[in-house]
Nanobody, 115 residues
Framework: QVQLVESGGGLVQAGGSLRISCAVSGRALRTLAMGWFRQAPGKEREFVASIDWNGYISYKDSVKGRFTISRDNTKNTVHLQMNSLKPEDTGVYCC?????????WGQGTQVTVSS
């Protein structure tokens, strides 16, 4: 059974940086495509970034140039480095993957950016 556990969220001022991580267990990360999503209060969950098993990367337009997704297959961990944070980046950030046709989610980590 694949499990995802996020960590690294917190409170940061606008313009600051945070790195959040997603630890994967139950399957080798090198075989998985991974994504980060976020949900702000009162809003729909939205895509933030993804990285395929072969390293192909995609970003939401509003985070391009500020966020960097990466994977460490030796540690079975995916990271999201977030720089130049803005108040509108506030939300619960969750990592996601699909295994055998099923979507798997972590519990999320809260990121709060103060103005």
């Amino acid at each position: 059974q694949v499990q995802l556990v996020e960590s690294g969220g917190g409170l940061v001022q606008a313009g600051g940086s945070l790195r959040i991580s997603c630890a994967v267990s139950g399957r080798a990360l090198r075989t998985l495509a991974m994504g980060w999503f976020r949900q702000a209060p009162g809003k729909e969950r939205e895509f933030v970034a993804s990285i395929d098993w072969n390293g192909y990367i995609s970003y939401k337009d509003s985070v391009k140039g500020r966020f960097t997704i990466s994977r460490d297959n030796t540690k079975n961990t995916v990271h999201l480095q977030m720089n130049s944070l803005k108040p509108e980046d506030t939300g619960v950030y969750c990592c996601n993957t699909r295994v055998d046709g099923y979507s798997v989610w972590g519990q999320g980590t809260q990121v709060t950016v103060s103005s």
